[in-house]
Nanobody, 115 residues
Framework: QVQLVESGGDLVNSGGSLKLSCAAS????????MKWYRQAPGKESEFVAS???????QYADSVKGRVTMSRDGSKKTIYLEMNSLKPEDTAVYYC?????????WGQGTQVTVSS
């Protein structure tokens, strides 16, 4: 069973930075795509960023220019580096991965940005 474990969430001040990690239980190049989603209280889940097996990265417009997604195959980990954080970035951030139609989710990590 594939496991995804997020970490790195924290309480930060507006304008601050955080780097989230998502560690997979297997080779991340087995996955077609890995993504970051977030869900704020009372809101629907929102796509944040994605990387596919060949390394193409896409970002949501809401975070473009402030967020960098990366990966380290040797550590079986993907990252989400977030800068210039805003209170509206407050959410639980989830890691997602898929192998064809099989989808996997992490448990989430809380990011809180105080104004």
């Amino acid at each position: 069973q594939v496991q995804l474990v997020e970490s790195g969430g924290d309480l930060v001040n507006s304008g601050g930075s955080l780097k989230l990690s998502c560690a997979a239980s297997e080779n991340i190049f087995n996955f077609n795509t890995m993504k970051w989603y977030r869900q704020a209280p009372g809101k629907e889940s929102e796509f944040v960023a994605s990387i596919n097996v060949v390394g193409k990265i896409q970002y949501a417009d809401s975070v473009k220019g402030r967020v960098t997604m990366s990966r380290d195959g040797s550590k079986k980990t993907i990252y989400l580096e977030m800068n210039s954080l805003k209170p509206e970035d407050t959410a639980v951030y989830y890691c997602y991965a898929n192998i064809l139609s099989r989808k996997y989710w992490g448990q989430g990590t809380q990011v809180t940005v105080s104004s």
